[in-house]
């Protein structure tokens, strides 16, 4: 093949074939589809008082719904793979080694939601006056620890290996009311509702996905079919989804309430 024939047909290969700056969004919205909508009720502060409500009260944070748009706050989404849910995708170069940080400057964790993808690290960080521990419990794929964290101080946690059942649930045990949650995804494309239940998982190489969404209260926003065994019930809590070259893939509003999640 001549070079001009090669260079022809690197140019039509170019032309017809999926490009790298192919990437789309998927975007909805959580809306709570009960009458009453819950209130966000005060946290039992019963330590440290002075300290921990300096800045006003502390909430519970387990719900947190807008009374007008009824949009349900912090639910993560993240895409995974079409054909094989349980297969991760690869955490972007840009994105691996990154450090990502957990702080407690006034009795409560930043943030609630916490992503760590694969070959990142988790460091928790203590900005309060008084002393935290940072309690958390991750079972055969850890971590699992409970060390306590000074005032100023901070504890390296390492890597939180991605896993399909994201959530594992971080605490202090001085300060009962305080919690989170490390969403240790085995993707990178993901998103978390705002105040309004809004959400958008931008930057999503075109192509085929099934989405998958997680709220600590409501559970899982799309629940297995009736009768899935429980060793298939992480691959199929989840809808497909298709993602366009250029702009967003907009789903319906999503309502939701904690008694859909069987």
């Known amino acids: 093949m001549t070079r001009s024939a090669f260079a022809l047909a690197a140019l039509a290969v170019a032309l017809t074939g999926p490009s790298v700056h192919a990437q789309g969004s998927v975007k909805s919205q959580v809306i709570w589809s009960a009458e009453i909508i819950p209130v966000n009720a005060p946290a039992n502060v019963d330590k440290d008082k002075m ?3 300096a800045k006003g009260p502390i909430l519970k944070d387990e ?5 007008k748009t009824k949009g349900v706050k912090n639910v993560v989404f993240w895409l995974v793979d079409a054909t094989n849910p349980l297969r991760p995708i690869p955490t972007p170069k840009a994105l691996e080694k990154k450090v990502v940080t957990i702080d407690q400057p ?3 964790f930043i943030e609630r939601i916490t ?20 309690a958390i419990n991750g079972g055969m794929a850890g971590p699992n620890l409970n060390v306590l964290i000074p ?18 649930m971080y605490s202090c045990s001085i300060h009962a009311w305080m919690k989170g949650w490390v969403m240790a995804l085995p993707s990178p494309y993901y998103a978390i509702t705002d105040a309004e239940g809004r959400f958008e998982i931008k930057d999503v190489p075109a192509g085929e996905y099934r989405l998958v969404g997680w709220h600590e209260q409501i559970g899982w926003i799309f629940p297995a079919p009736k009768g899935t ?4 019930l992480p691959a199929r809590r ?8 250029t702009g967003a893939t907009e789903l319906k509003p999503l309502p939701r309430k904690v008694e ?3």
């Open 51 to 53: 300290v921990c409500l």
């Open 63 to 67: 719900l947190i719904i807008d009374p």
């Open 106 to 108: 006034c009795c409560t």
């Open 115 to 134: 992503v760590v993808l694969d070959t990142q690290t988790l460091v928790v960080k203590n900005a309060a006056p008084i002393g935290h521990n940072f």
């Open 151 to 168: 005032s100023g101080g901070s504890a390296n946690i390492g890597a939180v290996a991605p896993r399909s059942f994201s959530p594992v």
């Open 229 to 232: 065994p429980n060793a298939l």
């Open 238 to 245: 989840n809808v497909p989804v298709t993602v366009k070259a």
């Open 260 to 262: 859909d999640d069987d």
